[in-house]
């Protein structure tokens, strides 16, 4: 299967996806309890699918998408202050057109990145249930073996890194995996895959200075000089 084939049909299945009601029922919700900021859009209020380059070399792997962000504008990091954050970076290093990201038809696209997330669907608090992850997990899977040329992940937040292990132990890359700690900045290495590890954007970490714009390019820097061989 080509592999635009397989990324479209992969984000058919994303969109149809109904295994987690509380999660459904969470996005629909959101949907008609809109912000009055954006009280005469029409919200997207389903499982949000991956978002980039089908041949991607660097997938990154977020938390799941923000009630009134992602789960409003239906694509990935789109329409909130953390996407705003995430592609500042990703554009510096030519990963993203913009560096800003709206709406889904603001032209922006990734060259050589594909965003994805452990949940597809906006949970209540931002925290979706263990079940909800090991649900989404198969996706998340499915993604991984499409990326024939996958060299790097990036992974936003410490939940992100767990489900990322927990894959590669299930891998042949991941075979004889150390545990392994989450901390901004660490790098854990997998047969020929780098995982690399940053304070997810959310404003919590963003306004606190917890994680700065300099702290996240550098990331992104370290990905692309991954990619390029320079490391």
């Known amino acids: 299967m080509a592999r635009q084939d397989w990324f479209e049909k992969l ?16 996005c629909s919700r959101m949907a008609h309890e809109k912000r009055a900021a954006y009280r005469d859009q029409t919200y ?19 938390l799941a998408p ?27 290093e030519r990963f993203a057109s913009q560096p800003t990201a709206t709406h889904a038809g603001d032209g922006l696209t990734l060259e050589d990145a594909l965003i994805t997330a452990v949940a597809h ?18 996706y998340l899977q499915q993604t991984f073996d499409a990326l024939s ?31 392994a700690d989450f901390a901004h900045g660490a790098e854990l290495k997998a047969g020929g895959l780098t995982v690399i590890c940053s304070y997810h954007p959310s404003q ?21 000089r991954q990619l390029r061989g320079d490391i």
């Open 204 to 224: 919590q970490n963003t306004f606190t200075g917890r994680l700065t714009d300099a702290m996240l390019r550098d990331v992104f820097v370290r990905a692309r």
């Open 149 to 179: 040329d996958l060299r790097v992940v990036v992974c936003l937040g410490r939940l992100a890194f767990a489900r990322i292990v927990v894959h590669l132990r299930q891998s042949d890359a991941g075979c004889g995996l150390r545990q």
């Open 44 to 62: 997207h209020g389903r499982p949000v699918p991956n978002f980039g380059d089908p041949k991607a070399r660097l997938l990154v792997v977020g």
């Open 66 to 92: 923000a009630a009134h962000g992602a789960n409003r504008t239906g694509r990935m990091f789109t329409g909130d202050r953390s996407g705003d954050f995430l592609f500042r970076a990703m554009h510096a």
């Open 11 to 26: 984000n058919r299945r994303l969109l149809d996806c109904q295994q987690c009601p509380r999660l459904r029922e969470h």
């Open 121 to 138: 669907c906006a949970p209540p608090d931002n925290k979706p249930t263990r079940f909800e992850i090991d649900a989404c997990s198969g």
